[in-house]
């Protein structure tokens, strides 16, 4: 069990430019998770996968936010055309359906800072 | 919609003292509550989860409870130590959802030497 990774760490863009995060969940996990959070707050809710299905979308997953998560392993996050509220940490979670009763867990992150 | 609320929004101790976290929630038709600890920068680290049919968990120096009647959970921290200074934050499912979690803001807690 090598955890959830999330490549970058850190990613300086400038507004108007298309950035790709990439989540690596456990490898036995089936779930995927995209959440977002801000300087104060905790972490809100954009997406999930089961499998490589996405079956749900937050309200806060504008037009410019794709997410993917092709074979079923790991998953990208795309954001077009940044804005400058794009600015966030863009958290990964995965867990096993049925597995301790939903446990998540978290990546360390990807923190976007949008010029 | 579930809404999750902590209180306090910050703490600080001295090293040694046992303490108590507040989490409360709106709807009470939930599967589970968890708690995670968040260092400034980090991802988050799962402390623990109570499934909806316990009243408590306990984990070392952590114990939490649940109570679905009163939507309200605590996280209870033993014999605080400088390394248990972070940000705590409750989460619970959305309604009719066992995976999509509602957070609170955190608890940013310090415990000083």
């Known amino acids: 069990d090598t955890g959830v990774s999330q490549d970058p760490r850190h990613k300086i863009t400038k507004r108007g430019q298309n950035v790709t995060f990439r989540c690596d969940p456990i490898?036995?996990?089936?779930?995927l998770y995209w959440y977002r959070q801000t300087l104060g707050q905790g972490p809100e809710f954009l997406t999930y996968?089961?499998?490589?299905?996405?079956?749900?979308k937050s309200r806060l997953l504008s037009d410019r936010f794709s997410a993917e998560r092709p074979k079923g392993s790991f998953s990208t996050l795309e954001i077009q055309r940044t804005e400058q509220g794009d600015s966030a940490m863009y958290l990964c979670?995965?867990?096993?359906?049925?597995?301790?009763?939903?446990?998540?867990?978290f990546g360390s992150g990807t923190q976007l800072s949008v010029l | 919609k579930q809404e999750v609320t902590q209180i306090p929004a910050a703490l600080s101790v001295p090293e040694g003292e046992n303490l108590v976290l507040n989490c409360s929630f709106t709807?009470?038709?939930?599967?589970?509550l968890q708690w995670f600890r968040q260092d400034p920068g980090k991802g988050l680290t799962s402390l623990l989860l109570i499934q909806s049919s316990q009243r408590e968990q306990t984990s070392g120096r952590l114990n939490a409870s649940l109570d679905k009647s009163s939507g309200r959970s605590t996280l209870y921290i033993a014999a605080s130590q400088p390394g248990d200074s972070a940000t705590y934050l409750c989460a619970a499912p959305a309604l009719g959802s066992n995976y999509k979690l509602t957070f609170g803001k955190g608890t940013l807690l310090t415990v000083n030497p």
């Open positions: 979670a995965s867990s096993l359906n049925g597995q301790d009763n939903e446990k998540l867990f």
């Open positions: 709807d009470s038709a939930i599967y589970n």
């Open positions: 996968f089961q499998n490589e299905a996405q079956l749900e």
């Open positions: 490898s036995e996990h089936n779930r």
